[in-house]
């Protein structure tokens, strides 16, 4: 560190290359700033900035689905930040740092739980959605309490919402009324369980719509 009296640079308040400059008890005082210099723009740097901005933006998206898929991994870390995590070995980034996930590989729930049983058809006259689960039988892996979710997906929008159709235990059908401005071509549904203490979860995965 070294104290400095200079015409030129008496108000400098800053950091130039490794020295860090500034005023103390009206005295100049110039000292070395510890640490390596780097380049915030590297083409990694870029190109993790690029997904954690699709993700972050994806999450808040995603909010009513993940709030329920990911709420068994309990940690310090919140439910967005799981999300982005899941996901970002997900995330393709092309040589313009354009980000790009997949919304077929998109995982709104993560666990050890056997994933449920659905499948998804269109009913053309009332123009819904219909959500179908069929029963199923007890493993190491899954519990008759187990409840079952879907979340819908806008692609275009990029809205979503989130139906509980019930216990694992039970076959169940529900229909679900798609938002205004919605398309069923453009849909992406998602079947996750999450079990009845809430500490755990099915991993989801994409259902066609037939």
């Known amino acids: 560190m070294a104290i400095f009296r200079s015409t030129i640079f008496d108000n400098v308040r800053q950091k130039l290359a490794n020295t860090v400059m500034y005023r103390l008890n009206s005295q100049g005082i110039m000292r070395s700033n510890p640490g390596k210099i780097r380049n915030p723009k590297t083409p990694e740097q870029l190109a993790q900035r690029a997904k954690m901005s699709l993700l972050s933006d994806l999450s808040r998206r995603m909010a009513p689905v993940i709030k329920v898929g990911f709420k068994p991994l309990a940690t310090k870390q919140s ?22 996930l997949a919304p077929e590989q998109m995982l709104c729930s993560q666990g050890v739980l056997r994933e449920p049983e659905v499948s998804v058809t269109w009913d053309s006259e009332a123009e819904e959605v219909v959500l179908t689960h069929a029963a199923e039988e007890v493993t190491g892996l899954s519990a008759k309490d187990d409840n079952v979710y879907v979340g819908l997906f806008e692609k275009e929008r990029r809205e979503s919402i989130l139906a509980e159709l019930g216990e694992r235990k039970n076959d169940m059908t529900k229909q679900v009324k798609l938002p205004k401005r919605w398309s069923k071509e453009n849909l992406c549904i998602y ?13 989801s995965y994409c259902i066609e719509l037939s």
């Open 191 to 203: 079947a996750f369980a999450v079990s009845k203490s809430k500490r755990n979860a099915s991993s």
């Open 79 to 100: 439910v967005y930040n799981a999300f982005v995590q899941t996901n970002d070995s997900l995330v393709a980034v092309d040589e313009d740092f354009n980000a790009t």
